[in-house]
């Protein structure tokens, strides 16, 4: 498993700012933009530049912690 697939990524309309926020709080706070697909693909990024950067300096990730809600019957 590539290091990024263990962190959870996802994208929520924010109806106060009136734009998409894409999230991954175990490794930033988040970014937003007007196209749910681009802010997803501008996630992913920037959690692969942090990821790299961790690595580069030779510091351990943080531990993945969020994961998706299950739907409760």
């Known amino acids: 498993m590539n290091s990024i697939d263990k962190y959870h990524k996802w994208v ?8 998409y926020i894409g999230k991954c709080p175990d490794l930033i706070t988040g970014i937003h933009g007007d196209d749910p697909l681009q802010v997803y693909k501008d996630i992913c990024d ?6 790299n950067h961790f690595e580069s300096e030779k510091r351990p990730l943080p531990n993945a912690m969020v994961r998706p809600m299950k739907e409760v019957a």
């Open 46 to 51: 920037v959690v692969e530049e942090v990821i």
């Open 12 to 19: 929520d309309w924010s109806e106060e700012d009136q734009v």
